[in-house]
């Protein structure tokens, strides 16, 4: 992903439905439109069930229409866009309301703006090659060509694609061989936040290191920045030898989703305010965080104490808010 040279509109997803549903539907993905209401009072020609779909040629946004390739119908002009907490999208005409539906095809770019808006990705929501993070401020803006680029980030921005990465690839080799001898999936979990923590440095509590695992995280990375195979200032995540919570976090969730194994990726706010990235598994039907920063080896277990610090971010009607560590408190839309 290239960043602008110039000023362009600027998209924060983050906290705004439309921008969020503008970036998502950027760069002529297929999509489909499912209508499920007429409003009261209002007449239409379009049944309620009736589904459209095809390419579209313009991002969705307040005050276009939905517009598609060869000549397709489009719907009338949108008046207003809604994201549920679930990550369902709806359009509203000033007739009726339509559910969207976004192909995967562009699935690393989905999965990408799915975790900054919510802060975090379920265990059944893999993440798959092209997905990227630039850290909870992430900025974009649509480029001439009407692909969604880069504008801005509060951190380097991390690409991970075991395809482009042959790093990555051997990392998810040298984890499949790692934790195969492991009798029980506890252990497999264990063993495998353990390869992840040795390949990026090893563990650092808080109190003790951590500003020599961030010092040597940064110098790492601008050696990643120079060289050959990260173009565009964007990090492989495979070159990475050194990481602080969200490479790690992110690796453990990538590795997991190949190996068998159920994680969430969770973003939010430890002790003191700081943020912080995490997993969370689940074990016999409860839910345990898996802390690859800090604590590699355990499993804290939702309910005792020090679970406590472990705040999920997330936002909601353009607010920031903050709720459990990530485990049973992702409940919505399920």
């Not at 362009?8 to 705004?16: G, I």
């Not at 999509?31 to 579209?56: F, H, N, W, Y």
């Not at 803006?141 to 482009?164: K, N």
Request: hydrophobic letters at 40%; charged letters at 25%; glycine letters at 10%.
């Amino acid at each position: 992903m290239e960043r602008l040279p110039t000023k362009r509109k600027v998209l924060n997803p983050t906290l705004s439905d439309r921008d969020y549903v503008e970036a998502l539907t950027a760069g002529f993905p297929r999509v489909a439109l499912i209508k499920i209401q007429i409003k009261s009072g209002c007449t239409s020609s379009v049944l309620v069930g009736t589904q459209l779909d095809g390419i579209l040629q313009v991002p969705i946004v307040v005050g276009g229409r939905v517009r598609f390739d060869e000549g397709k119908s489009s719907v009338s002009e949108i008046v207003e866009v809604r994201v549920e907490a679930d990550g369902k999208i709806f359009l509203e005409t000033a007739t009726s309301v339509y559910r969207l539906r976004i192909d995967q095809t562009h699935a690393g770019r989905f999965r990408s703006l799915q975790y900054l808006r919510r802060g975090y990705l379920d265990f059944d929501e893999q993440i798959p090659n092209g997905f990227y993070d630039g850290g909870h401020k992430m900025q974009f803006a649509i480029d001439s060509d009407g692909r969604l680029e880069c504008e801005s980030s509060d951190r380097e921005l991390i690409f991970v694609d075991a395809i482009r990465d042959t790093c990555l690839q051997s990392k998810v080799e040298g984890a499949r061989k790692f934790i195969e001898s492991a009798p029980t999936t506890q252990a497999k979990i264990q063993m495998l936040a353990m390869f992840v923590s040795n390949a990026l440095g090893g563990s650092q509590m808080v109190a003790d290191g951590y500003g020599d695992i961030v010092q040597l995280t940064e110098a790492n990375i601008q050696r990643c920045k120079i060289s050959r195979a990260n173009v565009d200032d964007v990090v492989l995540l495979g070159y990475l030898n050194h990481g602080v919570c969200r490479h790690r976090a992110i690796l453990f969730k990538y590795l997991a989703d190949r190996l068998g194994i159920q994680s969430r990726l969770v973003r939010g706010k430890q002790a003191r305010d700081q943020w912080h990235c995490w997993n969370v598994v689940e074990l016999d039907g409860k839910n345990y965080i898996v802390d690859v920063m800090q604590q590699p080896w355990k499993l804290i277990e939702e309910g005792s104490p020090e679970v406590d610090i472990y705040r999920r971010a997330t936002h909601e009607k353009g607010r920031r808010i903050f709720a459990g560590m990530g485990g049973g408190s992702i409940v919505i839309g399920k």
